[in-house]
Structure formats: C-alpha cells, structure tokens
C-alpha cells in the first residue's frame, strides 16, 4: 500500500516537472543552424534524397559505426551468456509443431519478407528506411523460419561470416575516404551521380547495404541463441 | 499541436515507469522499459518539429543556398540510434530473464532474494 502511494507520488513528481517543461516549450519558427546547413546542403554535398541517412551515414557515420559496434556487442554478449549448456543431457525436445496453415504461410511469406528488406536497406538513401530498418526485417523472417519449424538450427557459422565480412567491408570503405575524399566515411569514393536514382550518393548504398547485412545477421543470431536456450528449456 | 505530441509520449513514459516500477513479472518489467522508452522516443521526434513542414526527404535536387520547407532531420537521427540501442538493451533484458527463468523456473520478481539482506 505505502509502495503503491510512493509510486504514484513519483509518477506524479516527475509529471509536474516534464508538464512544466512542455507547457513552456514553444516549437521552433524555422529550423536550428545545424538542421538548416543539413537542408541546404546534404543534398548537393551528399547527393542523397533522405537526409537522415545523409547525416546517419555521411556526416555521423562515425557514430553510425559505434552504434553498430553497441549491437554487435550485445550479440555477442547474448551469445556468451546463453552458450553454456547444463550439465545433463536434455531430453528430446518435445516442442508443439506448428500448424499447417503457419508452416505454408512462412514458405510464402519468407522469401517476400527476405526481398522487402533488402529493398528497405538498398533504397535507404532514396526513400524511409535504411540499413537498421531493413536489418531488422530480414530478422524478422528467420524469427518467423525459427516459429514454424522450431527444431531449425540457424548455422551460426554462416551467420558470424555474413557479420563479421559485411562489418570489415563497412570499415574498409571508410578507410577508402580517406584516400580517395575528404575523410574517414566521406562518400564520395565513387561519384555522387544523378539525383535520386538508385546508383547515387556516392557509396552510400553499399554501405548501408553492409549495415543491413550486419543488423540482420546479429538480430537473427540472438533470435537463433534465445531459441536454442528455449529448446533446452523444455 | 506539437504539445499533444509531447504530452502522448510524457503519458507513454509515465505509464512505462508506472509497469515497471509495480508489476511483479519479469516480462512485464521489460514490456514496461520498452514503452518507456517509446515514449522518450517520441517526444525527441517532436522537438524537431516546423509547422507546416515536410519530412526530411528531398523529391528533387534543391536550388544552391535554398533552404527546403521541411522539419529538422537532427533529432530523427539521434531517435534512430536510441531506437537500436533501446533494441539492444531489450535484447539484453531479455536474455537475463531467460537466464534468470533458466535457473529458478520463475518470472515472479519476489523469488530472486538473492541479494537482498
């Protein structure tokens, strides 16, 4: 009872404070320094049409590259923490078989989700999206592979070559900047080309299709990590 | 109207902090991150909003030293990196709680007295 006033007292604490801040905030008439040399000149410095993923790749891609260190990290971790097996032998797994409607579903849909991804990450610099978003669709479809036949063993090898190549690919192109540019993950190694097609914005698309392969094979080998655990489970 | 926006993800954090601060489940606690997180996601995206402005994706090449119409593309890129961290983060929880069901059989928080004295 006492928890529950206390909490309630907190909630109400940090509401009144958040409530003062947004009732005094009035949105921007035009758009801050940074965001208007962004707008004004991502596009012909950059080429590309999105300019989140101008600034997502070009201008930050430094962090870009931390970000995607943060979610190999936590694969990894995940993949250590889970590894260890019990000491005895688990029975066979009698894991509940998916039912014919969702295993015919999943042969349908797979390949479909698989493409859409790789469309979401190849046009990142064009459309919404990019290689995070596309990433996480790509593992979407092995966790739906993972739900329809639960006894699938994803071959971490594959996917630790699939990682490890696109992440090496990632940092050589940056590496390419330098010589080639103005600087460690400048894009304009290759020419920024026409506006808006799908060959544009310099290497932007190869490296966020590198992302999206890396994003896809770290989201699948936690999926693939947390399943295994879950089969020995039962 | 970007105050509606703001109080909608101030609601999503309350209600975030409220779940994990009183549900008992180990899953729920991490449902309860996860919505607050949203919601801090949420208000970021609606501080870079203009009114009457377009998203930040160009359909044809701007004039040089012309400025588009359109909302500021900063914070959407911060939002993109927290939402990938907040991923790893639910990922992390995540497998905790399995380890932690692993061991004990349960996902009451009450059953790991471990470390409380």
């Known amino acids: 009872m006492v928890k529950n006033i206390l909490i309630l007292l907190l909630l109400l604490g940090v509401g009144l404070i958040a409530f003062d801040i947004f009732g005094a905030f009035t949105e921007n008439k035009e758009l801050s320094p940074t965001a208007a040399y962004y707008a004004e000149n991502a596009a012909h410095e950059v080429g590309a049409a999105n300019l989140v993923t101008a600034i997502v790749v070009t201008y930050r891609g430094l962090d870009t590259l931390g970000e995607v260190s943060i979610l190999f990290l936590t694969a990894a971790i995940i993949s250590f923490m889970l590894k260890f097996r019990k000491e005895e032998e688990m029975e066979a797994s009698d894991l509940r078989p998916a039912s014919e409607l969702f295993i015919t579903a999943t042969q349908v849909f797979t390949p479909i989700i698989l493409i859409m991804g790789i469309y979401i990450f190849l046009n990142g610099h064009l459309t919404p999206g990019g290689g995070f978003q596309g990433g996480a669709v790509i593992a979407s479809a092995f966790l739906l592979m993972l739900m329809a036949k639960p006894r699938l063993q994803l071959s971490h090898r594959v996917i630790a070559r699939v990682e490890s190549i696109s992440g090496i690919s990632y940092v050589i192109l940056g590496v390419l900047g330098i010589a080639f540019a103005g600087g460690f993950l400048d894009n304009r190694v290759l020419s920024l080309g026409s506006f808006g097609e799908l060959m544009s914005a310099g290497i932007i698309p190869f490296i966020y299709s590198f992302i999206g392969l890396k994003v896809g094979a770290e989201l699948s080998n936690i999926i693939g990590t947390m399943s295994n655990l879950q089969k020995e489970n039962k | ?117």
């Open chain 2, 1 to 117: 109207m970007v105050q509606v926006i703001l109080i909608i993800g101030l609601m999503l954090m309350l209600l975030g902090i409220y779940g994990f601060m009183q549900s008992k489940n180990l899953l729920k606690i991490v449902i309860a991150f996860t919505l607050f997180n949203t919601g801090i996601n949420i208000i970021m995206v609606s501080v870079g909003y203009l009114a009457d402005a377009k998203a930040p994706i160009l359909d044809k090449l701007p004039d040089l030293n012309e400025i588009p119409n359109m909302v500021d593309p900063v914070p959407q890129a911060m939002v993109l990196t927290a939402i990938v961290i907040g991923l790893g983060v639910t990922a992390l929880m995540l497998s905790y709680v399995l380890k932690l069901h692993q061991e004990k059989r349960s996902l009451d928080i009450n059953n790991f007295k471990d470390l409380k004295w």
